[in-house]
Every structure is written in C-alpha cells, then in structure tokens.
C-alpha cells in the first residue's frame, strides 16, 4: 500500500479521497455526455453541460463541507452538483423535466441545479445574477455568526457582468467568508476570451477588492483542489473572500443548440483534448499506484451503472401534472 | 395614538419589527446615517452597524445580497434611495427575487422588503420623480404597496416585513412631510391586498392610489360641493395583488368608473383597473371607464411650471369627475 500523504501534489488526501475525485470527475463527465445523447435521440429539448470542466469543478467544490457550506453554481456545473451531493438521478430527471424533478418538477431548465438540504441555491440563465446572492448569504453567516463558506461560480463571459463586479466590491469592503470561481473555458459562447477582458488573467482584478486572487489550472484537479482548499480555510479563519480563476477548456459545444465549429477550430479543441483532466487524473493515479488500470475501470463501471440506472428511472418518471405550473407563484403561508 | 408624519411612521414601523425579530436588518446607501429622508434615523444607533448597514453604491448588489441573506435565514429590508435608481437592479428583483420560488418549485423563498421613495411634486426633475410601480405589478412573484399616509404607511410596511415574499413597498416622497395623522403606538397590520374605500360615494366610483388618493378626495370634496356629484373615493393601496372586489362592487353599485394615477397614461397600472371593469362590470356601466394619468412624457420635468402641467392635480381630477358625471 502505497502512502499517499508521501507523494508529492496528494495534498494529504487518502487513497479513498483520491479514488472518489476520479469517480465524481468520471460521473460528471457520464451525465454530460448522457444527457447530450438523450437530447440528440430526440428524448430531452436541451441540454448544456461542462465536459471539460470536471478538475475545475469537482476539485472547487471536494473543498467544500456539503450540507454546512452554500453554493450557488451557474448552469454547466453538473461536476459541482455531483461533488456537494446531488446524484446522476437528480439531473437526468432535470433533463427529462419530470414532475419529480428535485426542486424543478420541470420548470427550471437542465443543470439549473437545487438541493436546499445541500444548501445548493436554484439558479436561473441571465449571467452572473447568483453571484451577489453568494455574497448575501456569506454576509448572512457572519451577522449569525456560522462558520459556513459560500461559494459561487461563473464563466469567462459571466465575469463581464456588472454583478460580478459589485459582488466582489461588497465582499471585500465586508470582508466576507464568500469564494469567487471563474471558469475560464476560453469562450463565452462563440467570443474569445479576449474580447472578455485585456488582462491575461482575470484573477488580478481581486486586487482591485482588497482579497487575493489565484489563476490555476483548471485541468489539474489537485491544483485546483489545492486553491480550494485554501481559499475555504482562509475563509473559515475570517480573513474574507478569494478569486480564483481556473483556466480549462469546454471539450463541447456552449449547448445543444450550438455548433462550435462555427468560432474554433478542429485543431484547437484536438490539443486541448490532449489536457482532458480527466485522461490526466487517471494517468497521474496510475502512474503514482493510486489506482491501477483495474480499479479506474471498476470506478468508471460503478458509474456507468448508476448514470444507466439513473435514465432508466428518469426515462419512466411520470411528467408534471400541466395545472401544476400554476402553483407556487408566492409563500402561501408563512412556515 | 400619537400624530406622525409618514416619515415617522416609516421609521417606527422599521424600529418596532427589528425590535421584534432580531433576523430584520437594513441594508443601503446612507442608511446608516438616517439616509436621505431620514427615514433610517437612529436605527444604527439603536441596533447597531450590522443591522443597518451602508452599502457600496450599486443598487444591483443592494438586492442581491439582500436576497443572498434571506435564503440564510435573515429578513433584509433594502432600501434604493429613489425609485428612479431602482433600473440597475431589476435582474435581481424580476429574474432572481421574484422566479425563485416558483423556478424551484416552491422550495426556496425569498423574504425581502424593497423600500423606495417614488413619485413627483417635489421638483425632482426626470430623476427623482418616477413612478415605477407598473413595471414590477406586472411580474408575478412580486407583491407591490404603494403609500401615501402615515396610517397606511406602518400597518402595510410591518405586513411587508413580515411577509414570506419579496415585496416592492413604495413610498411617496411627497407624502414623507406632507401632514401629520394620529396613528396607533400599539402594533396594527394592513392585510397586503386590501383596498379602502377612504370616501363613500354613490354616482361615481374613482379607483386611485399613491398621492393621487389625497388630490382625488380633495377633487371628490369640490365637486360634491359645487355640483352635487357624489364620487366614492377607492384606494387600492396594494396594487399587486389588487383589491379587484372591492373595486368591482363599487362600480357595480355607482355605474362609473374613473381611474387616476399619476404615472403615464399608456401602461400605467391604471389600465389594468380599467381593463378588468370593463370585462368584469360591463352590465353595470353607464359610461365609459375613463382614465386621468399624466401624459405620455417622461416624468417630470424639473422647472415647477413643465411638472405642474404634466401631473394630475386636484382641478384636473374634478374635471373628469364633472366630465363622466355628465356623460
């Protein structure tokens, strides 16, 4: 047995943690290309997931205490629901819009995520609205005195907008236990990073708010971890909010409604399939004993079985009743 | 019962609930220092700076944290200086605070108070005058209040607080210092919803809200006096959800129907009253349902004499009155 705490960029994670990074990275990468393969048979109207994102948001959120800490995810973050405790299930009756769709019953779109047991904040599609709400609650849990971290991510493009910039003015003026993740998959939608802003990080801005900012290889789930992890305890301790800008890359089209071809080429997303974080983590895994070939394809196995298992139950899943898309306007009563 | 100006009985509405329960706070700019009305005077000194905290200058940021608080069990009330700097935060209200509940299927709510001063006559010009409130009774998911008294102002403003749904409670500015009224110290609520017919009347029902309930009594007053027309004066008060019985009874009883709000003419939240008489109350009509609201400019221009033409007031209501009276 090997002892991981002795291998060099392990963080100090077990040989289970370790096994558990791959197989939620491997689950979110299986739903993604799911619930892409029910919307081209015809199944579900629309789908937008993160493939390509899974180090980035697998590794952000493995930091964070599901069930204590908020999140406010934006809606490719199928890895960072997965991660904070929603299952395969969950999504694809999302997807399929089912009346038992967790805190959706086919309202909201798919990956517009909800959990309030995991404290997972419904979300909606205009940019970066959840961003300010992170702060909120960050405030809300210091005036209460938790110590709970709130966390909220959102893309390149989602960085542009206004919110974002009067969320991280507040957090920083209020000192707030609250972590910004940008996703920086190079495009939003169709237009270049570079049209999204002039500076080659975006993670320098912190500066401007009086917090750190880190950039770090969003493909590298132990380095992504790592920022994490730190960005959590330095949040924990009171010492306010962190940035972090994690550049990776979208191996899929925005949605199922784009073509990527349209604005990238073949070339380009071929080298950037040679950083799969996925293929990385694994070769790492085993290149390190953490997992043989063996027990990456019993991890990958378990998945399957439970993405399959998952469709199977979401694909039987009764519809919501059409008179129900009355309901829930307002509070009826006060709890 | 002691006399207060609305102000007052802004402030003391505040005051009593955060006394009540410790999870209200205020949040906006220069509410710490009583803001620009002074309608959050003391309040910090009272409860504290955490409770009446001073934001960043960014409306957008004033709701969304508010709402960000809320879902962590607090009960914010955000205060946007003027209804006129109300725009930047729209996405939060309409897209986050008012979808929520709904979106996530009745799961997560979003108990938030929006306080704003809305509303002309104060030599505001174009932006410190707006009336606003048609843009967001228009949303589902949103509750909308509009005041113009002290009485009203305490009782719909503590519904407001205690309300498990973001409610846009608007003040007239107007209205703040405009006179005192005997209001109860002990606590009292205003079911949010609930019209009151502040004048009864028997020839002609007039629908209002806002400080064009006290210029339509004061128009009702001319013309009972000068020409015996007898004008039941209605003031919806809320206007999402809107008292539409109350409403519907009076014209059923009167046969007419004038609608007046300040706002403009065109989309004005009027017409949504006048829409439904004219579906629901069609057999009871003896006129057409006429409306008075300002024309369609942007409210107001800032020298006296462009606002005072373009708002309604007292003479031009009494007009309308003697107008559908006759017809």
Redesign the interface.
Known sequence: MVSVKEIPGAMGLATEQLHDLYFKMFLARTVGQRERMLNRMGKGPFAVTGEGHEATQVGTAFALTPGKDWVFPYYRDIGVALTVGMTARDLLLGHLSRAEAIESGGRNMPSHFSAVKLKIVSGSAPVATQVPHAVGAALASKMRGLDEVAITYFGDGGSSVGDVHESMNFAGVHKLPVIFVCENNQYAISVSVKKQFAVENVSVRAAGYGFPGVTVDGNDVLAVYEAGRAAVERARKGEGATFIEAKTYRLVPHTSDDDDRRYRSAEEVQEWTKKDPLVRFQAWLEEHGIADRNAIEALQAKVLQEVDEATDYAEKAPLPEPESALRHVFVEEEK | MTEKTMLEAVHDAMSDEMKRDERI?VLGEDVGGGGVFRATEGLREEFGE?RCMD??L?E??I????????????R?IAEIQFADFIH?AW??IV??AA???????????C?ITIRTPYGAGIHGGPYHSQSIEAFYAHV??L?VICVANPYDAKGLLKSAI????PVMFLEHKKAYRLGRQDIPDDDYTIPIGKAEIKREGTDITLITYGLMTQHSLQAAETVQSEDGVSVEVIDLRTISPWDKECVLESVRKTGKALVVYEDNFTGGFGAEVAATIAQEAFEYLDGPVTRIASPDVPIAPYAIILEEYILPNPEKIAAGIRGLAAY
Do not use: C, M
């Open positions: 706070f955490a934001t960043p960014a957008a940021a709701v969304g944290v508010a709402i960000g608080a809320s879902l962590n069990g607090l914010p930047p996405d939060q897209s986050e979808r929520l509940h709904y979106r996530s299927n009745g799961t997560w709510s108990p589902p998911g509750k205690r309300d498990p749904n």
